[in-house]
T-cell receptor
């Protein structure tokens, strides 16, 4: 596709359930980033990948959060045993080169609501 | 071509000094400017600036945006060794594109 896509666009779940958020980056982009963005704030890094290798996961809030990119393309962010405080917009971005300062192209985000 | 330029690229000062980091930009469809602090790998969000002339402040850090002259500054007063990091400026262009500067590597010596 032409841009980064994410699915689902909206997810409502009950506390304690697991959720999986999907990101499909721009074809050929090496780096993929996951962010959490609160309203009116900038995106907060969660983790990122170069190809299939997770470069850094120190931004993940706790061990209920995990991410994978097994084939260096599509990535999944999984949140286990969701809590209400996990409610947020989760955004994915990709960039052509494996540099954190390369221009990043964002997907539309997944709005997660935990009841 | 969209670009974000930070200066200086590197800065070494003594603890207690005040520093000013600069970020200039040329992007179409400007939406907002963001500052991040990167100590290890994952940058930490500091500020998002959308309006000109309104200072954002957090402790010893402050930042302001000038949309007429197309630049922003990040000030750090009474610097501490823990302020040592790479400071990244990024400009949000439209809804989907975040253009980063090269970063300023700040070193605070005790």
């Amino acid at each position: 596709g032409a841009g980064v896509s994410q699915s689902p666009r909206y997810k409502v779940t009950k506390r304690g359930q697991d959720v999986a958020l999907r990101c499909d980056p721009i074809s050929g982009h090496v780096s993929l980033y996951w962010y959490r963005q609160a309203l009116g704030q900038g995106p907060e890094f969660l983790t990122y990948f170069n190809y299939e290798a997770q470069q850094d996961k120190s931004g993940l809030p706790n061990d209920r959060f995990s991410a994978e990119r097994p084939e260096g393309s599509i990535s999944t962010l999984t949140i286990q045993r969701t809590e209400q405080r996990d409610s947020a917009m989760y955004r994915c971005a990709s960039s052509l080169a494996p540099q954190s300062t390369d221009t990043q192209y964002f997907g539309p985000g997944t709005r997660l609501t935990v009841l | 071509e969209d670009k974000v330029v930070q200066s200086p690229l590197s800065l070494v000062v003594h603890e207690g000094d005040t520093v000013t980091l600069n970020c200039s930009y040329e992007v179409t469809n400007f939406r907002s400017l963001l500052w991040y602090k990167q100590e290890k790998k994952a940058p930490t969000f500091l500020f998002m600036l959308t309006s000109s002339g309104i200072e954002k402040k957090s402790g010893r850090l402050s930042s302001i945006l000038d949309k007429k002259e197309l630049f922003s500054i990040l000030n750090i007063t009474a610097t501490q060794t823990g302020d040592s990091a790479v400071y990244l400026c990024a400009v949000w262009q439209g809804a989907e594109k975040l253009v980063f500067g090269q970063g300023t590597r700040l070193t605070i010596n005790p």
